[in-house]
């Protein structure tokens, strides 16, 4: 790697490691992703650093050129990570759906005891206006 292209390397992982910790200091990332986003900026920047560690991995599986390790685990990573989103996406939509069909149920018994109690008013009312007769018995 040319001492060009290992400086761009290292100030586009640390220009992303500070952007990661933007968004996390500004509350954009749950704290889960930003571990990992953390961890692949690390990764990227210790990659940089570490040519001969780029090298090893590369003829750990039998690669040709260095680039290959990095395109392969960009490309699981990218696998692996949709496949976790696409999972918390599904436990979200059902926690919509059962939060959604309660809040159905509630309006609806909300409805019908407002209807019961809306009933209810007028006979209450009719026995409340007629006179009361009480007669006050005083003790001499």
Do not use: C
């Not at 690669?63 to 395109?71: G, S």
């Amino acid at each position: 790697m040319t001492i060009t292209q290992r400086i761009f390397a290292i100030t586009v992982s640390f220009l992303f490691l500070l952007l990661v910790a933007h968004l996390v200091r500004k509350r954009k990332f749950d704290i889960k992703y930003s571990i990992v986003w953390l961890l692949t900026g690390v990764t990227i920047f210790i990659l940089a650093f570490e040519y001969n560690l780029l090298l090893f991995v590369m003829r750990l599986i039998g690669a040709q050129v260095p680039t290959t390790p990095l395109f392969i685990f960009a490309i699981l990573f990218l696998i692996i990570f949709g496949l976790q989103v696409s999972i918390q996406l599904t436990e979200q939509s059902a926690a919509i759906k059962a939060l959604t069909q309660e809040l159905a149920l509630l309006r609806f018994k909300l409805e019908q005891q407002e209807n019961r109690s809306s009933m209810q008013k007028p006979a209450d009312t009719s026995a409340s206006d007629k006179p009361i007769d009480h007669e006050i018995k005083s003790n001499p």
